[in-house]
């Protein structure tokens, strides 16, 4: 299954959604900023991977666990470090 990645002012999704050109994509999300694809699922892992190392969940696991639901997005969610006490 091919997804895109999309940047918005204030998150990073994927999309399963079958997009033609990225202004259906700016159409739909309000805040676009841009976004990669359609990718086949293992270049988005790859990408995030090298890209993101903060990712958390890994790529991999928020990939699969987002392919096996049936929402068309979904954020993606990245290590937050705790600020020192």
């Not at 990645?5 to 994509?25: A, C, D, G, Q």
């Not at 990669?36 to 928020?62: C, F, M, N, R």
Request: proline share 6%; glycine share 2%.
């Amino acid at each position: 299954m091919q997804l895109h990645i999309v940047h918005t002012e204030t998150n990073m999704l994927f999309s399963k959604h079958p997009y033609t050109s990225w202004r259906e994509i700016q159409d739909e999300y309000e805040s676009y900023k841009t976004s990669l694809g359609p990718w086949e699922h293992d270049k988005v892992i790859e990408y995030l991977t090298e890209e993101y190392p903060s990712i958390s969940p890994s790529a991999q696991e928020q990939v699969a666990a987002f392919l096996a639901e049936a929402c068309t997005a979904k954020v993606l969610t990245f290590h937050t470090q705790q600020p020192a006490t």
